[in-house]
């Protein structure tokens, strides 16, 4: 962001300064914050991604994983620092504008107002220097008659110009990015600017330049307020050369399109990123073997060879059913893994060897008799919708760190072992290893807090499964 500033703010003090009409200066200034911030978030895709040529697939062994969850103390590091003090910077900016608004509001007090042309006058008592702010004009009631006429004319140059509002946009940008240089430099241009253009309406309504330098030296060197926003801060030599020179230069449009190529180029250098990266299948992937495929007939029937109808034999997505003789059909690839599914019996896995007739006995599914608790079911408990990695997430957000542990500098690894029962109960709970009974107790007490989880499911009934599990304690 400061480098898109400082970009714009030297494409602007070398294209457009005292070099063309006040309102494109005006327009340029105050779409320099915003500009600044918008161009690095545009992030428009115009460079060519990677194109990455994907090699043929080959069957790779799954690995497991084993994922240890430590406690994550509240830490306090340089982002958190930074963050204080952009805050801190922010609301400072923002205090003072409330300050300065409410400074403003008490000179209406015991203050005489009139209307001049449309516009709120407010002669206070308190000795300042002439300013308007949005439509008021605030002057010293002790300022001579001579001098309101050219001061009215000046500060209802900028009411009409809605300089009041420029200004307070850009405060407000000051405010959020207080860190950046180039946003207070602009601010401090585009004051300049509407003073020059305040300056050059009265000098066009007929008044003299002479007189009209004398009374702002009057106002500058009569008065040292805190508040006003006009003359103020204008006594600079600039101002008066700009009452004695041409502004506007000849090529006020080529320096229009070199503005807004500027921004183009900056919109390129800044806010454009590589397209997404393009996957391109192998030119010459790796051949598919020829598989033959026949037709096997076969027979499904229990251990005392009476036919099962009803029964699903199938080799991948290939399947059918057995009809009432327990017979089937089914085209699959020779060698292919097959497997026999019945409600009621347990599953059989066999084998398409050959074209001979397959016979296959199924044998009555047996009640689970569980005697121990199990480290593996056909449907492992759940916990909160999750399973074990949501559980040690959990166990994770609940754990303390004891502080007497912390005094002693203990930390290490602790394994505990626990059991999921038929209720969805967590107990049975102990610690295998521990560098320290405070850390076991801690690690006891989190894991024996838990809520309810879902019990496994073996063949269709509930039962206990035993989990083991690491917690970290770091310092």
Same mark, same amino acid.
């Not at 509002?165 to 401090?188: G, K, S, T, V």
């Not at 060197?221 to 050369?241: E, M, V």
């Not at 506007?248 to 997404?276: C, D, E, I, N």
């Given at each position: 962001m400061v480098a898109v500033a400082g970009l714009l703010f030297i494409g602007y003090a070398w294209l457009l300064e005292r070099r063309v009409d006040f309102r494109w200066c005006r327009r340029y200034l105050t779409l320099l914050p915003l500009l600044s911030v918008v161009i690095p978030l545009l992030q428009i895709p115009l460079w060519p991604g990677r194109m990455v040529v994907l090699a043929p697939l080959a069957e790779v062994p799954h690995a497991e994983a084993v994922v240890e969850t430590a406690p994550e103390a509240a830490t306090f590091g340089w982002v958190e620092a930074f963050g204080l003090l952009y805050g801190a910077g922010v609301l400072l900016l923002l205090g003072l504008m409330a300050y300065q608004v409410w400074k403003i509001s008490l000179l209406e007090r015991g203050a005489e107002i009139e209307t001049w042309r449309g516009i709120r006058v407010v002669r206070t008592s308190t000795p300042i220097a002439s300013f308007s702010f949005f439509g008021t004009v605030y002057l010293s009631a002790s300022t001579p008659e001579e001098e309101l006429l050219v001061i009215l004319r000046h500060e209802e140059s900028h009411i009409r110009h809605r300089h009041s509002?420029?200004?307070?946009? #850009?405060?407000? &940008?000051? /405010? *959020?990015?207080? &860190?950046?240089?180039?946003? &207070? *430099?602009?601010?401090?241009r585009l004051t300049e600017v509407q003073e020059f253009e305040a300056d050059h309406d009265v000098l066009a309504s007929g008044e003299r330049a002479d007189r009209y330098i004398q009374i702002i030296f009057k106002q500058l060197?009569?008065? @040292?307020?805190?508040? /006003?926003?006009?003359?103020?801060? @204008? =006594?600079?030599?600039?101002?008066?050369? #700009? #009452?004695?020179q041409?502004?506007? !230069?000849?090529?006020?449009?080529?320096? $229009?399109? %070199?503005? =807004?190529?500027?921004? #183009? %180029? =900056?919109?390129? /250098?800044?806010? @454009?990123? /590589?397209?997404?990266?393009?996957?391109e299948a192998p030119s010459n992937p790796m051949p598919t073997p020829e598989v033959a495929v026949s037709e096997y007939r076969g027979v499904v029937t229990d251990v005392a060879g009476n036919p099962i109808m009803g029964a699903v034999v199938r080799s991948g997505e290939r399947g059918v059913v057995t009809n009432a003789e327990g017979r089937f059909d089914l085209r699959v690839a020779s060698g292919s893994e097959g497997e026999v599914v019945m409600v009621g019996y347990d599953r059989l896995t066999f084998q398409f060897l050959d074209d001979t007739e397959l016979v296959l006995k199924l044998r009555k599914e047996q009640p689970v008799e569980q005697t121990q608790p199990m480290l593996s079911a056909e449907k492992m408990p759940s916990f909160q919708g999750g399973g074990l990695r949501e559980f040690q997430v959990w166990v994770a957000e609940n754990m303390k760190y004891p502080q007497e542990a912390i005094a002693k500098k203990i930390s290490g690894r602790v394994l505990v072992q626990f059991v999921i029962n038929e209720e969805g109960a967590v107990t049975e709970v102990k610690v295998l290893q521990s560098p320290h009974a405070l850390? @076991? !107790?801690? $690690?006891?007490?989190?894991?024996?807090?838990?809520?309810? &989880?879902?019990p496994g499911m073996q063949k269709g009934q509930k039962v206990s499964v035993r989990y083991v599990l690491p917690l970290i304690f770091n310092l």
């Open positions: 509002h420029e200004r307070l946009w #850009m405060e407000l &940008w000051r /405010a *959020l990015l207080w &860190w950046n240089p180039f946003i &207070w *430099l602009a601010f401090r060197f009569g008065y @040292s307020p805190d508040i /006003a926003n006009g003359l103020r801060n @204008s =006594l600079t030599k600039k101002r008066f050369q #700009m #009452m004695t041409k502004n506007v !230069s000849r090529y006020t449009r080529l320096r $229009a399109a %070199a503005t =807004l190529s500027l921004v #183009m %180029a =900056l919109v390129v /250098a800044f806010g @454009s990123t /590589a397209r997404a990266t393009q996957f850390l @076991s !107790s801690e $690690a006891i007490r989190v894991v024996s807090s838990s809520p309810r &989880w879902e």
